[in-house]
């Protein structure tokens, strides 16, 4: 029974969480309708021999800001661990739709329950990503993505949280990507725990 009150505290409070981070995007726009207009939306997924991921993307345009990607998802796996995630992450460097390389940099926020220790943990990560395009048309991608919540940005039982993936993208057609990647994501608890660390494929379909 306690377990089961845990499960549904954390899922009102996640879903709140989520649900407030995805209303900041058309919020921001209607205080701000001559500077903030969407660019895309999208869904993303992937899945793993272990575990799988699915997430909301939406890009805004923040006028003198730049593009900026608001994303909010959840993360599952074989162990039972449900952790719902929200991404800020801001274009840096000038709009330039031929070139090669793209930085984003910004915040992802962890909020989850782990299943085997009963136990919530809560993270605030920074970081970022690379992208680098093979081709001028940007039809074939590798990004890289590194977030770490150091242990002063890290509550609960856990210490710290990190979180690496690196994936190969290519354009299957307008407004469909399929990708191929590892993710090593791992919460510092008194024993490691590796929520994952596998191969898997994915894709995101804009529109």
Excluded: C
């Amino acid at each position: 029974m306690a377990q089961a009150g845990n499960d549904g505290w954390f899922g009102w409070r996640s879903a709140m969480w989520l649900a407030s981070l995805l209303a900041a995007g058309p919020a921001l726009a209607q205080q701000n309708d001559d500077r903030v207009r969407t660019l895309d939306h999208a869904i993303e997924a992937y899945v793993s021999n272990d575990a799988l991921q699915a997430r909301y993307v939406r890009t805004l345009d923040l006028g003198e800001i730049g593009p900026t990607e608001v994303r909010g998802g959840f993360f599952y796996n074989e162990d039972r661990d449900l952790i719902v995630s929200g991404d800020l992450l801001g274009l840096v460097g000038d709009e330039v739709n031929v070139r090669s390389l793209e930085l984003r940099v910004g915040t992802r926020v962890y909020g989850a329950f782990l299943a085997p220790e009963d136990q919530d943990v809560f993270g605030v990560g920074l970081g970022g990503e690379a992208e680098y395009f093979f081709t001028r048309a940007r039809t074939a991608s590798i990004q890289l993505s590194l977030f770490y919540s150091p242990d002063i940005m890290t509550f609960g039982t856990a210490d710290n949280i990190k979180d690496a993936s690196v994936r190969l993208i290519a354009k299957l057609r307008d407004g469909t990507d399929v990708f191929v990647g590892f993710r090593s994501f791992e919460i510092d608890l008194p024993i490691d725990r590796e929520v994952d660390d596998n191969m898997h494929i994915g894709f995101r379909r804009s529109f």
